[in-house]
């Protein structure tokens, strides 16, 4: 069993940064492929990014490309995820998820463990 944890949500400005947080509790992160979605009022979760247990590939949704960078540390059972120039379209309750040996990136139903949610919230 994952119990995840995201922190590092809050309220900024159109054009700036922030950095989500998912801290993983359980055995052998390592073996789980992470991914990252939102889901903004009135609309259904969508998919963000995510990275392979392996480290490599990584994969972002069109809408984030070249302005986030998901990342690992398995040595601190943690996941990131760096938001840069934020727009107010970003703005949604963002969520962690782990499968394991996960492949299937881009699908939410393949996910076995989900974070409880962080809100992010940009300005314009």
């Known amino acids: 069993q994952v119990q995840l944890v995201e922190s590092g949500g809050g309220l900024v400005q159109a054009g700036g940064s922030l950095i989500l947080s998912c801290a993983a509790s359980?055995?052998?992160?390592?073996?789980?492929?992470m991914g990252w979605f939102r889901q903004a009022p009135g609309k259904e979760r969508e998919f963000v990014a995510a990275?392979?247990?392996?480290?490599?590939?990584?994969l972002y949704a069109d809408s984030v490309k070249g302005r986030f960078t998901i990342s690992r540390d398995n040595g601190k059972n943690m996941v990131y995820v760096q938001m840069n120039s934020l727009k107010p379209e970003d703005t949604a309750v963002y969520y962690c998820?782990?499968?394991?040996?996960?492949?299937?990136?881009?699908?939410?139903?393949?996910?076995?463990?989900w974070g409880q949610g962080t809100q992010v919230t940009v300005s314009s």
């Open positions: 990275i392979s247990w392996r480290g490599i590939p990584t």
């Open positions: 359980g055995r052998s992160f390592s073996t789980y492929s």
């Open positions: 998820a782990a499968d394991q040996y996960g492949s299937t990136f881009r699908e939410s139903y393949t996910y076995e463990y």
